[in-house]
């Protein structure tokens, strides 16, 4: 199927190139820009030859051989010279030539020749060494004699010379300005091909990049863009493929996970019938004579149906998609404080654990809470530490305000065994069970994840940590909520996307 997939996308990347051009494969592409660099190469020689051709004709550059060819003519004017005539000299020499004027007795007298060259220039004048280009180089050495027995030597090179001394002594050769000129012509026209070839490929690769990034926003209804170049099209036919199979794949998950949470929402909705006849029945008994320890069992379920009733209202909006509702309000503390007191002394009770509970001096008389959803939080906590509580043992809950953290801080502590180090970072998890005796007790591992997904939605966190020998070990869990009016948040969920 996969296959048939590609080659349908192909076939309409086809068509609908053919508007546009054909395809063609990424070795003619990457081929056209060598072509470009070859037809560059090639126009900058033209130009570096037409120029140099332009500075010969017009006298500015002297050819190569400009030293051989006049050596007689430049030898005869020196011939009618003395060494007195010193810029005379220097006014008889083309700037071809460089000069060096020696005594009959050796004595350097005058000259333009380098110092090094000094030596050289004396030993071809009275030791007969320089008689062609091989004896130092490409560098000639020749005599000439004067009218009064002084000896002048030439000193030149095979290489274009500036007609000009001046150009001459503040420039390069012709020759090396002209090819440093050209590779740098060169360099910027090589960086000028390259910066347009990377535009170019990047325009080719867009819509590759364009898929990826509508992939990773789950935008899966989307056609895949041609980009003409073979290679790449088959690249974008083989993600083609994974968007299609992707989106068939999140829609049948969506389609199974909307008729689980059709069925949760159903299975819920008739937990409310034996609710109601529990709460019925419990006010019943609350109208007729109890003695006082009845009247508060009783009390005690009522209250336990009342919030049985809540959740099954939540798990309701939550599977049909409504998701818990969050409505802060400015709400009194102390009120709040008794009622989750009186919900934890009665699970605790049922398990057999007594409460120590304590409060700070510093409290604030209001605070912004969704009022429900706290009550949620502290009785999941309050649960997983009875839960784990030793019979006859005891739960700390201590509440106070952290005024340096700017939150208010709930801790409930028990005596029992204590987190696992993976249970320290992954308790909060969805349906992390990393006890296996809480799972064979039926639970979940959904507790701890609904109070730190109640208290995200307040823009606070539960922390958990072991109490210290010391401290007489267990567990403590702590529920951090702000003082002030924090921007409320989404819950996150365990793959990092808002749920």
Same mark, same amino acid.
């Given at each position: 199927?996969?296959?048939?997939?590609r080659d349908?996308w192909t076939?309409g990347?086809?068509g609908?190139?053919?508007?546009?051009?054909?395809?063609?494969?990424?070795?003619?592409?990457?081929?056209?820009?060598?072509?470009?660099?070859?037809?560059?190469?090639l126009?900058?020689?033209?130009?570096a030859?037409?120029?140099?051709?332009?500075?010969?004709?017009?006298?500015?550059?002297?050819?190569?051989?400009?030293?051989?060819?006049a050596?007689?003519?430049?030898?005869?004017?020196?011939?009618?010279?003395?060494?007195?005539?010193?810029?005379a000299?220097?006014?008889?020499?083309?700037?071809a030539y460089?000069?060096?004027?020696?005594?009959?007795?050796?004595?350097?007298?005058?000259?333009d020749?380098?110092?090094?060259a000094?030596?050289?220039a004396?030993?071809?004048?009275?030791?007969g060494?320089?008689i062609?280009?091989?004896t130092?180089?490409?560098?000639?050495?020749?005599?000439?004699?004067?009218?009064?027995?002084?000896?002048?030597?030439?000193?030149?090179?095979?290489?274009?010379?500036?007609?000009s001394?001046?150009?001459?002594d503040?420039?390069p050769n012709p020759?090396?300005?002209l090819?440093?000129?050209?590779?740098v012509?060169?360099?910027l026209t090589?960086v000028?091909?390259?910066?347009?070839?990377?535009?170019?490929i990047?325009?080719k690769?867009?819509p590759l990049?364009?898929?990826?990034?509508?992939?990773e926003e789950?935008?899966?209804?989307?056609?895949?863009?041609?980009?003409?170049?073979?290679?790449i099209d088959?690249?974008?036919?083989?993600?083609?493929d994974?968007?299609?199979s992707?989106?068939d794949?999140?829609?049948a998950q969506?389609?199974?996970?909307q008729a689980?949470r059709?069925?949760i929402a159903?299975l819920?909705?008739?937990?409310?019938?034996?609710?109601? %006849? $529990?709460?019925?029945?419990v006010d019943? *008994?609350? #109208?007729?004579? @109890?003695?006082? /320890?009845?009247r508060?069992?009783? !009390?005690?379920?009522?209250?336990?149906?009342r919030?049985?009733?809540?959740?099954?209202?939540?798990?309701?909006?939550?599977?049909?998609?409504?998701?818990?509702s969050?409505?802060?309000?400015e709400?009194?503390?102390?009120?709040?404080l008794?009622?989750l007191?009186?919900?934890?002394?009665a699970?605790?009770?049922?398990?057999?654990v007594? %409460? $120590?509970?304590s409060?700070?001096?510093? *409290?604030? #008389?209001?605070? @912004?809470?969704d /009022?429900?959803?706290?009550?949620? !939080?502290?009785?999941?906590?309050?649960?997983?530490?009875?839960?784990?509580?030793?019979a006859g043992?005891?739960?700390?809950?201590?509440?106070r305000a952290?005024?340096?953290?700017?939150?208010?801080?709930?801790?409930v502590?028990d005596?029992?065994?204590?987190?696992?180090?993976e249970?320290?970072?992954?308790?909060?998890?969805?349906?992390?069970?990393?006890?296996?005796?809480r799972?064979?007790?039926?639970?979940?591992? @959904?507790?701890?994840?609904?109070?730190?997904?109640? !208290?995200?939605r307040?823009?606070?966190?539960?922390?958990?940590?072991?109490?210290?020998?010391?401290e007489?070990?267990?567990?403590r869990a702590?529920?951090?909520?702000?003082?002030?009016?924090?921007?409320?948040?989404?819950?996150?969920?365990?793959?990092?996307?808002?749920?």
């Amino acid at each position: 199927m996969d296959s048939v997939r590609r080659d349908a996308w192909t076939h309409g990347a086809n068509g609908a190139s053919r508007g546009r051009g054909r395809r063609f494969p990424l070795g003619a592409l990457i081929l056209r820009y060598f072509a470009y660099v070859l037809v560059a190469l090639l126009a900058l020689a033209l130009v570096a030859y037409a120029a140099f051709g332009v500075l010969v004709g017009s006298g500015t550059v002297l050819l190569a051989n400009y030293g051989d060819t006049a050596l007689d003519e430049t030898s005869a004017r020196l011939g009618e010279l003395t060494s007195a005539d010193a810029d005379a000299i220097d006014a008889a020499v083309p700037s071809a030539y460089r000069w060096a004027l020696f005594s009959p007795d050796g004595a350097y007298a005058a000259g333009d020749v380098a110092a090094g060259a000094v030596d050289d220039a004396r030993a071809a004048a009275f030791d007969g060494l320089a008689i062609d280009y091989e004896t130092f180089g490409m560098t000639r050495y020749e005599p000439v004699t004067l009218a009064d027995g002084s000896v002048c030597v030439l000193v030149y090179q095979y290489l274009p010379q500036f007609a000009s001394k001046d150009l001459r002594d503040a420039l390069p050769n012709p020759q090396n300005l002209l090819l440093g000129a050209l590779a740098v012509l060169l360099a910027l026209t090589l960086v000028g091909i390259a910066a347009r070839a990377a535009r170019v490929i990047s325009r080719k690769m867009e819509p590759l990049a364009d898929a990826v990034r509508r992939i990773e926003e789950r935008d899966l209804d989307f056609e895949v863009a041609s980009s003409r170049v073979r290679e790449i099209d088959d690249v974008l036919a083989a993600m083609d493929d994974m968007r299609a199979s992707l989106k068939d794949s999140l829609e049948a998950q969506w389609r199974g996970g909307q008729a689980q949470r059709e069925q949760i929402a159903a299975l819920a909705h008739d937990l409310k019938t034996p609710l109601t %006849v $529990v709460r019925g029945n419990v006010d019943l *008994l609350l #109208e007729g004579e @109890l003695s006082g /320890e009845q009247r508060a069992c009783a !009390a005690d379920v009522a209250e336990g149906a009342r919030q049985m009733g809540t959740y099954v209202s939540a798990l309701i909006d939550a599977s049909l998609g409504a998701g818990a509702s969050f409505a802060p309000r400015e709400a009194r503390l102390r009120p709040l404080l008794e009622r989750l007191r009186a919900q934890v002394e009665a699970l605790a009770a049922a398990s057999g654990v007594r %409460v $120590v509970w304590s409060e700070g001096a510093d *409290l604030p #008389e209001t605070m @912004l809470l969704d /009022e429900a959803l706290v009550e949620r !939080a502290v009785a999941n906590v309050a649960a997983n530490a009875v839960e784990h509580a030793p019979a006859g043992s005891s739960v700390a809950v201590d509440v106070r305000a952290d005024v340096a953290a700017g939150c208010l801080a709930l801790s409930v502590a028990d005596e029992g065994p204590g987190f696992s180090p993976e249970a320290l970072s992954r308790g909060c998890e969805r349906f992390y069970q990393g006890d296996a005796a809480r799972a064979a007790r039926g639970h979940n591992g @959904l507790g701890l994840h609904v109070a730190a997904e109640a !208290a995200a939605r307040h823009g606070g966190s539960v922390e958990l940590a072991n109490r210290s020998a010391a401290e007489g070990g267990g567990a403590r869990a702590t529920l951090r909520l702000p003082l002030g009016h924090a921007a409320p948040q989404e819950p996150v969920g365990p793959t990092g996307y808002a749920e």
